[in-house]
């Protein structure tokens, strides 16, 4: 049976820089992903070393927290069925020369460093995540006229 579930996806700063928010967000509303928050914020320093601890030890990683930095990140919540793989599966790998062609990071870029968009990668993280950049009240509930058709 198939889950409806939350997930957690920031647009990164290199999606900014390169016009391709709406782009991006596009392709999760043709899916019938139904967005529960979405909003512009600034990332802080604090909220960067608890969400890239996995990272803390590599190389890159104060050039990771710059990068994040660098402009406002676009924050959304999605709701859908198996919505926390199925947007893994539309973002692609993480080294987008690794990424199948028709994924956001193959399609739209060729560097690990600037792939342009996180997502939750499991029932666990994703929860965490919401909470993480999405107070209660900025998250909605809503039925839409379209989701007979979406979620069957
Ligand atoms: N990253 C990087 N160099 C690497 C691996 C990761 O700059 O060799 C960055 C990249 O932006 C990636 C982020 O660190 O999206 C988080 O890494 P993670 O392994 O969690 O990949 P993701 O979940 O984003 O696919
Ligand atoms: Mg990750």
């Known amino acids: 049976m198939a889950d409806v579930q939350r997930t957690l996806v920031l647009l990164k700063p290199d999606a900014l820089q390169r016009d391709l928010l709406g782009e991006i967000l596009t392709r999760f ?3 019938g992903l139904k967005i529960i928050g979405l909003k512009l914020f600034q990332l802080s320093d604090e909220q960067l070393n608890v969400h890239y601890a996995h990272l803390a030890e590599k190389s890159f990683f104060a050039d990771l927290k710059t990068f994040m930095k660098h402009t ?3 924050g959304i919540v999605l709701e859908g069925m198996e919505a926390i793989a199925e947007v893994r599966k539309m ?12 994924t956001v990071r193959a399609d739209f870029s060729m560097n690990v460093s600037s792939n342009l968009v996180h997502a939750s990668d499991s029932v666990e993280n994703a929860a965490e995540e919401v909470k993480r950049f999405f107070k209660e009240e900025e998250l909605f509930a809503y039925a839409k006229i379209t989701d007979q058709y979406i979620f069957g």
């Open 29 to 31: 509303e043709r899916k």
């Open 72 to 74: 406002p990140v676009v």
């Open 91 to 102: 973002i692609g790998s993480t080294n987008p020369l690794q990424a199948d062609a028709g």
